[in-house]
C-alpha cells in the first residue's frame, strides 16, 4: 500500500458538482493499492495514520487532538511513466481488491476512534485541500 498524507486546514470531495465529503484540520490521505497487498497492510496503514505526530511541531497526532481525516483511494498512485508519456497502471490492484482493503483501512480508523471522511471508490472525484504547512508525506508498506 502506498499513502500520500497531508496535513491539511480543511479539504473536501465533490463529486458531480455536490459536495460529497469534507473535513477541518486534519490529514488527507491518498491511499493506493498494489497487487500484493492484504488486510494486515491495511490495519497498519491505519494504525500509522492515526499515531503520524505531525501537529504541534511533531508532538500530536490526530489521536492526541481529535482531529479528522479525508481518506481518498486513488489507484493512480502505483502509475508507472518510467518507459514514455502514457502511464501504465499494470501495479495498480484492480478495484475489486482495492476497495475492501481502503475500507478495511477506513474501519480500522473507525475502531481506532478516528472521526473519518471518505471519497467514493471509482467516482470521478474533486478533492481541493488546503495543505499546512505545508507538509506532505509518502507511506509505503
Do not use: C
Amino acid at each position: 500500500m502506498r499513502a500520500v498524507v497531508q496535513r491539511v486546514s480543511e479539504a473536501s470531495v465533490t463529486i458531480d458538482g455536490q459536495r460529497y465529503a469534507g473535513i477541518g484540520r486534519g490529514l488527507v490521505a491518498l491511499v493506493g493499492v498494489t497487487h500484493d497487498d492484504d488486510l494486515a497492510k491495511s490495519t497498519t496503514l491505519a494504525r500509522r495514520l492515526h499515531e503520524l505526530r505531525l501537529f504541534d511541531d511533531g508532538r500530536s497526532s490526530i489521536a492526541d487532538l481529535d482531529l479528522e481525516i479525508l481518506v481518498v483511494s486513488q489507484f493512480t498512485l502505483y502509475g508507472d511513466i518510467s518507459k514514455g508519456r502514457r502511464p501504465s497502471w499494470l501495479a495498480a490492484a484492480p478495484g475489486s481488491v482495492a476497495e475492501p482493503l481502503v475500507e478495511a483501512a477506513v474501519a480500522a480508523l473507525r475502531e481506532r476512534g478516528a472521526r473519518v471522511q471518505t471519497g467514493r471508490f471509482g467516482a470521478d472525484m474533486a478533492v481541493a485541500l488546503v495543505n499546512d504547512g505545508p507538509v506532505t508525506l509518502v507511506l509505503e508498506f
